[in-house]
């Protein structure tokens, strides 16, 4: 079982992936941890501070594709502009890729005290980033599950749903 998560920063990707793996015996990868792990940054803001998007956008498809690859069974939470690259989308077929729909207001809430995500630095920008992702997000997915109005037990429960 290969699963994925995508949506917008602070949708629960990360939460809800390790909630997942864990009640369905998998490992649970994070995309942006493996990235850091395996480069000399010691952050997705440091990369873009001295590398620029670009570059992380480079590394974040060639994670993508060793984790595709080379494992078998994962819940891998994957970054929120992890669909801009289009040979992503295509390894993200691979999977089943479950959006994490999340209100924009919801967002702005969970990330407000978050000053490490750089393209949440500027609201108006993040809020374009966000009305430009919403129809590749809904396009790519097998199903959404709206977290906005959820606790975890509950998206949970409505993940476990949809793949059983």
């Not at 494992?71 to 994490?100: A, R």
């Amino acid at each position: 079982m290969q699963i994925s998560l995508i949506g917008f920063m602070g949708s629960g990707k990360t939460s809800i992936s390790k909630l997942l793996a864990n009640n369905l015996n998998l490992n649970c990868i994070e995309l942006d941890e493996l990235i850091i792990n395996n480069s000399k940054f010691k952050s997705i803001s440091n990369i873009f501070d001295q590398k620029g998007e670009d570059y992380f956008r480079k590394l974040e498809n060639q994670e993508l594709e060793k984790v595709i690859l080379i494992n078998t069974n994962f819940i891998l939470s994957t970054g929120g502009g992890i669909i801009v690259n289009k040979d992503n989308l295509l390894l993200l077929k691979k999977t089943t890729v479950i959006y994490l729909e999340t209100s924009f207001d919801v967002i702005c809430k969970r990330l407000k005290e978050d000053r490490e995500r750089p393209l949440f630095r500027d609201l108006k920008k993040a809020y374009q980033l966000y009305l430009n992702r919403l129809n590749t997000y809904e396009q790519i997915s097998d199903f959404q599950i709206n977290t906005s109005d959820c606790n975890k037990s509950k998206i949970l429960e409505l993940i476990l749903e949809k793949i059983n």
